[in-house]
């Protein structure tokens, strides 16, 4: 069964931290890169971050040097650390396969950052 669950989002205030889990199942998902994107209210969802099966890493310049993300495909996880969050960086963060979202979505996790 193919299965997409991220957690770890919450409040914060700018300039503070999150780290983003991302559990997902299913063959889809073998030996293919993975990627965190966002929406936010009103917006189109949109790329944030990818990470192929070798470890090599690619981001949006508005994340570049704020965020990283990694996997431990042992354990089937994708993790998105973010650091210096800006009140722009507010949105429901989601994972999925790159470069095509291969996977029925799942719920996503709320990252609000407000003073």
């Known amino acids: 069964q193919v299965q997409l669950v991220e957690a770890g989002g919450g409040l914060v205030q700018p300039g503070g931290s999150l780290r983003l889990s991302c559990a997902h199942s299913?063959?889809?998902?073998?030996?293919?890169?993975m990627g965190w994107f966002r929406q936010a209210a009103g917006k189109q969802r949109e790329w944030v971050a990818t990470?192929?099966?070798?470890?090599?890493?690619h981001y949006q310049d508005f994340v570049k040097g704020r965020f990283i993300i990694s996997r431990d495909s042992a354990k089937n996880m994708v993790y998105l650390q973010m650091t210096s969050l800006e009140l722009e960086d507010t949105a429901v963060y989601y994972c999925?396969?790159?470069?095509?979202?291969?996977?029925?979505w799942g719920q996503g996790t709320q990252v609000t950052v407000s003073s």
């Open positions: 999925n396969t790159r470069p095509l979202p291969l996977a029925s």
């Open positions: 990470i192929d099966r070798t470890g090599w890493t």
């Open positions: 299913g063959s889809i998902f073998s030996n293919r890169a």
